[in-house]
C-alpha cells in the first residue's frame, strides 16, 4: 500500500467525468488500498478515485468518529436512486480543496446502489454526515465540486486563490 498524491483544484482532471468499472476484480485492491491510505493519512473522510488522478467510478469513505472502531466503505459505480425532499446543511471540505469549508444545503437522505470490492451487488441507505458525503463523493464522478453547490462569487474567490498557488509554486 502507499499513499498517492491528490490533484489539487485548479487541476483539470478534477473536471473529468469517471468511466464506469466494467468488471470488479482483484486488479482493483491495489488502488482501493492506496485511496484508503491516502484517505486516512490525509486525514478525510472521503475520497474518490479521480482525486489521485484515477478517472474510474471508485469511491472510499469512513465516516467513524476518531473515537471509533474504523468503518471503511468502497462504493464502485455508486448511483444515487433515491434523495429524501428534505434538505441539511453541513459544513463541507475537500482534500482536494485543502483549507477550505463552506455550508452546502443537500438531500438529507439519500439511497445508493453500488458494487463493493467483492463484487456484490449493495444497495445503503444513509441520512447525516455519511448521506453528505456520499453525495459529495458521487459528484466528483461527474467531475463536479463542493464549492459548485456554493455562491458563484465564493466559487471564483477560491478558484482564483488555488490558480495563483498553484502558479507561485510552478504546478
Ligand atoms: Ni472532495
Same mark, same amino acid.
Given at each position: 500500500?502507499?499513499? #498517492?498524491?491528490?490533484?489539487?483544484?485548479?487541476?483539470?482532471? $478534477?473536471? $473529468?467525468?469517471?468511466?464506469?468499472?466494467?468488471?470488479? /476484480?482483484?486488479?482493483?485492491?491495489?488502488?482501493?488500498? &492506496?485511496? !484508503?491510505?491516502?484517505?486516512? &493519512?490525509?486525514?478525510?473522510?472521503?475520497?474518490?478515485?479521480?482525486?489521485?488522478?484515477?478517472?474510474?467510478?471508485?469511491? /472510499?469513505?469512513?465516516?467513524?468518529r476518531n473515537d471509533?472502531? #474504523?468503518?471503511?466503505? +468502497?462504493?464502485?459505480?455508486? *448511483?444515487?436512486?433515491?434523495?429524501? %425532499?428534505?434538505?441539511?446543511?453541513?459544513? *463541507? =471540505?475537500?482534500?482536494?480543496?485543502?483549507? !477550505?469549508?463552506?455550508?452546502?444545503?443537500?438531500? +438529507?437522505?439519500?439511497?445508493?446502489?453500488?458494487?463493493?470490492? %467483492?463484487?456484490?451487488?449493495?444497495?445503503?441507505?444513509?441520512? =447525516?454526515?455519511?448521506?453528505?458525503?456520499?453525495?459529495?463523493?458521487? %459528484?466528483?464522478?461527474? =467531475?463536479?465540486? !463542493?464549492?459548485?453547490?456554493?455562491?458563484?462569487?465564493?466559487?471564483? #474567490?477560491?478558484?482564483?486563490? !488555488? /490558480?495563483?498557488?498553484?502558479?507561485? %509554486?510552478?504546478?
Amino acid at each position: 500500500m502507499s499513499i #498517492r498524491p491528490i490533484l489539487i483544484l485548479p487541476d483539470p482532471k $478534477l473536471r $473529468l467525468v469517471s468511466d464506469p468499472v466494467a468488471k470488479v /476484480t482483484s486488479d482493483l485492491s491495489p488502488l482501493i488500498d &492506496d485511496m !484508503f491510505e491516502t484517505m486516512y &493519512d490525509a486525514p478525510g473522510i472521503g475520497l474518490a478515485a479521480i482525486q489521485v488522478g484515477v478517472p474510474q467510478r471508485i469511491v /472510499t469513505i469512513d465516516t467513524a468518529r476518531n473515537d471509533e472502531p #474504523r468503518k471503511p466503505i +468502497a462504493l464502485i459505480n455508486p *448511483e444515487i436512486l433515491w434523495s429524501s %425532499d428534505e434538505l441539511s446543511s453541513y459544513e *463541507e =471540505g475537500c482534500l482536494s480543496i485543502p483549507e !477550505f469549508y463552506e455550508e452546502v444545503e443537500r438531500p +438529507a437522505r439519500v439511497r445508493v446502489r453500488f458494487t463493493d470490492r %467483492d463484487g456484490s451487488a449493495c444497495e445503503m441507505e444513509a441520512e =447525516g454526515l455519511l448521506a453528505t458525503c456520499l453525495q459529495h463523493e458521487i %459528484d466528483h464522478l461527474e =467531475g463536479k465540486l !463542493f464549492i459548485d453547490h456554493i455562491s458563484r462569487l465564493k466559487r471564483e #474567490r477560491v478558484v482564483k486563490k !488555488f /490558480t495563483k498557488a498553484a502558479r507561485r %509554486d510552478g504546478a
